[in-house]
């Protein structure tokens, strides 16, 4: 229960931090780019506790590598097979 837990912390961990990035397609998560990136450590890190906890510390960090790295890789290239939309452009006077 603790490694699923784990797994998906660390796949939680690794949206939030694509969506805080500057390379992210959604204009609305640009304006809570900080809120997202301490919230994707905090997810990273509670990834890591409890995958240790479940597997012990060697397993335990290779497990959460091995779950949030392709979470990290595919989210940009799942990005680019959604649609996209704009943010309205501001007036100008």
């Known amino acids: ?6 797994v998906t912390a660390a796949l939680v961990s690794a949206l939030l931090l694509y969506l805080a990035s500057p390379n992210c397609a959604r204009p609305q ?8 990136r301490w919230s994707g450590a905090a997810a ?3 990834a890591l506790g409890l ?3 479940a597997l012990g ?3 335990g960090l290779s497990a959460m590598l091995a779950a949030w790295m392709p ?7 799942l990005a680019l097979t959604l649609p996209t939309t704009t943010l ?4 100008h006077d």
């Open 1 to 6: 229960m603790l490694s699923a837990l784990g």
């Open 51 to 53: 995958l240790v906890m």
């Open 44 to 46: 990273a890190l509670l």
């Open 88 to 91: 309205p452009a501001a007036e």
């Open 29 to 36: 998560a640009l304006v809570r780019r900080r809120v997202l």
């Open 57 to 59: 510390a060697g397993a």
């Open 71 to 77: 979470g990290l890789i595919v989210l940009p290239y």
